[in-house]
């Protein structure tokens, strides 16, 4: 084999980024609609911090309103289920993400529960979660609709392929299961309870790795030709005692074998910011009974 096809997220969340500023402008100029998304973050961890930056500047390039709520890592949950249904029914709001994880005062799962589905563009509350498997239209969780988007620019037709997803997470493992379910490839999810995984990841078609362990994915787990999609973000020290990103791929040793590869950082992650985006239009226009924007 020789090296692998770089997967471009740089370049895929660009031109997104740019077509979503044109429909925000659309709905500006056309109907007086500026679209708007808060992120809430409680706490001060500095890896949340950069991702919410980032989201607000993404905001900002592409003519979205930016609502950046911060709350000290003190919050009780009663304060911020207030905060929410306070946004819940703020007209100028769209769009919520409430920046994970949370405190450990703090409860996820109803936290998540009481943001209006409706707004809810992280595509985590469990009325979106159930129209999702149900193959109904609904907000589609930012990363793994990322994942597939990058997946079409290499397979426009994923019919049959074999999908291996390591990691099992609600965040990503069970989303993306059911939307490749969805394209028609047929899917794997391997876990840490998983007999035989390195055999099973050996087969696949298509390897997604999102299992939050540095660079666990060797050349012995990848079918030479395989596209291999790295979800993974973890920093670890390098030579020079400074930290450095790197995948849940050996990214250096599997480009070598794999058909095509997504790069970290430069892949996945900003097609989650890009996705975000279009989720907060999708939620803009459907809340006023506006057609889908179509991206």
């Not at 239209?137 to 597939?148: A, H, K, R």
């Not at 670890?236 to 250096?252: C, F, I, L, N, Q």
């Not at 097609?271 to 889908?292: E, K, Q, S, V, Y």
Request: aromatic share 4%.
């Amino acid at each position: 084999m020789g090296q692998a096809k770089v997967i471009d997220g740089n370049a895929a969340a660009a031109g997104l980024r740019q077509h979503a500023g044109e429909i925000a402008r659309r709905l500006r100029d056309e109907m007086g609609i500026t679209p708007g998304l808060a992120t809430i973050l409680v706490g001060d961890d500095t890896a949340s911090q950069v991702y919410v930056r980032a989201k607000v500047r993404a905001c900002a390039g592409s003519g979205l309103e930016a609502f950046d709520i911060r709350l000290p890592a003190e919050t009780s949950e009663k304060a911020l289920i207030a905060e929410i249904e306070k946004l819940n029914r703020d007209d100028r709001i769209d769009g919520i993400l409430v920046q994970l994880p949370l405190p450990r005062q703090i409860d996820p799962h109803r936290v998540i529960a009481v943001v209006d589905p409706a707004k809810d563009v992280d595509g985590f509350h469990p009325l979106n979660v159930g129209q999702l498997w149900s193959g109904l239209p609904t907000m589609v969780p930012c990363t793994p609709q990322g994942c597939l988007r990058l997946l079409r620019t290499v397979h426009p037709d994923l019919t049959g392929a074999s999908a291996v997803i390591l990691g099992r997470s609600n965040i990503v493992g069970k989303p993306l299961t059911a939307l490749l379910l969805a394209a028609d490839c047929t899917v794997t999810v391997v876990h840490s309870k998983t007999m035989d995984a390195f055999a099973i990841c050996r087969r696949a078609d298509i390897l997604i790795a999102a299992t939050g362990r540095p660079q666990m994915v060797k050349t012995e787990w990848v079918k030479p030709g395989a596209t291999v999609i790295d979800v993974g973000i973890n920093a670890v020290a390098g030579p020079d005692g400074r930290d450095r990103v790197v995948g849940d791929v050996d990214y250096a040793l599997v480009s070598a074998v794999a058909g095509a590869i997504t790069p970290v950082p430069g892949g996945v992650g900003p097609m989650t910011i890009a996705c975000l985006l279009l989720n907060t239009l999708f939620a803009a226009c459907r809340r006023r009974g506006l057609p889908d924007p179509d991206f």
